[in-house]
């Protein structure tokens, strides 16, 4: 399996600033790639035991997104999370420090329950900020990303989107979209396609959905079939249903040759997010209105069609944000 899949952003270096880093076992390896998948399937009280195992071992990876789950699962950082997010930050992981930074006790203070901290929140803002702004500085578009995060100054973001960063391009074309900057009334749509253009040709599969559905609103409906379909093969979900909703015309909107036996294949393999993301509902309903087109035989070649799709493309993922509220 192909771990660049695995990660919630597909360019991600981690910054370890002259920190070694752990070797997994075969077995620690596996483990990691398994808890990794499932939380971006949004399941990260499933992921967990799977992410102790590499944390365990001293993966920094593996540690930041067990304290992430841990944070999801209790809804808050409690002292547990925090342990595994300070083990993350004491290998140099800049991701471990911001949501250290980031924490609000409020919680643990009313629950009595907080953790003794390594240092105050600041510090570890202020440690972040000395390793990644030289970086930035220099020209490295992740540490332009992170100093937006840190920061949060649009300067930053785009800066890191100039540069090449696919999500920083993404984010800049929702800031436009959603009225964010100065424009000529006919200068806005150019930058925000420019933006989403530039994200989807990165690799990132949000910014390919946003720039489909951009096209769609143009009757662009091939470059539209093309970059949701592209979307699609990475595993994004949200893409994933509605290409097998199109290919099995529920609805048929944007002009793609019915076929419903692998619209239902493509549907059908969302039903491994029952614990994830609240699809389940829609997916459903969806196999119920495709399953009226077809027969029994070619629900099950669909079904055969379904099993082959997962052998042989990335695991299914929301990609989430890496730096989650």
Not at 87 to 109: F, H, T, V
Not at 289 to 316: G, R
Request: net charge negative; with cysteine; proline share 5%.
């Amino acid at each position: 399996m192909n771990l660049k899949w695995l990660i919630p952003i597909t360019v991600i270096s981690y910054l370890c600033s002259g920190f070694a880093l752990a070797q997994l076992s075969p077995e620690q390896a596996t483990a990691k790639e398994q808890g990794l998948i499932l939380y971006n399937q949004l399941k990260p009280s499933y992921a967990t035991p799977f992410l102790s195992i590499a944390a365990e071992a001293g993966d920094h990876e593996a540690q930041y997104f067990l304290a992430e789950s841990l944070r999801k699962k209790n809804h808050y950082m409690n002292p547990e999370s925090q342990k595994w997010y300070e083990a993350a930050a004491d290998q140099g992981d800049l991701y471990a420090m911001i949501q250290l930074g980031r924490n609000d006790d409020s919680l643990c203070k009313n629950l009595q329950n907080c953790a003794p901290v390594q240092k105050p929140a600041i510090e570890w803002l202020k440690q972040a900020q000395h390793i990644a702004k030289p970086k930035a500085e220099n020209g490295d578009a992740e540490s332009m990303y992170i100093m937006y995060e840190l920061t949060v100054d649009k300067y930053w973001l785009k800066r890191a989107a100039d540069a090449g960063h696919p999500i920083a391009q993404y984010w800049m074309g929702i800031a436009e979209k959603q009225g964010e900057g100065f424009f000529l009334p006919w200068q806005r749509q150019d930058s925000i396609e420019k933006w989403f253009k530039a994200s989807a040709e990165g690799g990132y599969p949000k910014g390919m959905r946003e720039y489909a559905l951009l096209l769609s609103e143009k009757n662009d409906m091939e470059g539209y079939r093309k970059w949701n379909e592209k979307s699609a093969l990475t595993g994004y979900v949200s893409t994933i249903f509605e290409y097998g909703s199109d290919l099995a015309h529920e609805p048929d909107l944007y002009g793609y040759p019915l076929d419903a036996v692998k619209g239902y294949a493509l549907i059908y393999l969302l039903k491994e997010l029952d614990g994830g993301g609240g699809m389940q509902a829609d997916v459903k309903d969806q196999l119920q209105k495709i399953s009226s087109k077809i027969t029994p035989e070619q629900i099950a070649e669909a079904k055969s069609f379904a099993k082959t799709w997962k052998e042989t493309h990335p695991p299914l993922s929301f990609f989430p944000e890496k730096l989650s509220r």
